[in-house]
Nanobody
Framework: QVQLVESGGGFVQAGGSLSLSCAVSGIFFRSHSMSWYRQAPGKQRELVASISSGYSTNYADSVKGRFTMVRDNAKNTVHLQMNSLRPDDTGVYYC?????????WGQGTQVTVSS
């Protein structure tokens, strides 16, 4: 059974930092790309960052230079370090992967950035 469990969300003032984690089980983790998405109130879910099995990363333009995604294959975990947070970073952040042609999502973790 594939499971993704996010942690680390919270409330922060603009300019602050938060770190999110996603613990993954049920797949051969090191072989799979992982992604972080977010969904703001009233908006569609959007891709924030992704990391390949070879550690290549991609970021949405809106977070480049502020967010860093890393993976720890020894712990089957991915992390998203978020710095210089802005109010428009507010939303529910979801961890995501694809396995056997199916997408899997975590339960989400709330990030709220106040101005």
């Amino acid at each position: 059974q594939v499971q993704l469990v996010e942690s680390g969300g919270g409330f922060v003032q603009a300019g602050g930092s938060l770190s999110l984690s996603c613990a993954v089980s049920g797949i051969f983790f090191r072989s799979h790309s992982m992604s972080w998405y977010r969904q703001a109130p009233g908006k569609q879910r959007e891709l924030v960052a992704s990391i390949s099995s070879g550690y290549s990363t991609n970021y949405a333009d809106s977070v480049k230079g502020r967010f860093t995604m890393v993976r720890d294959n020894a712990k089957n975990t991915v992390h998203l370090q978020m710095n210089s947070l802005r109010p428009d970073d507010t939303g529910v952040y979801y961890c995501n992967t694809n396995f056997n042609f199916r997408e899997y999502w975590g339960q989400g973790t709330q990030v709220t950035v106040s101005s």
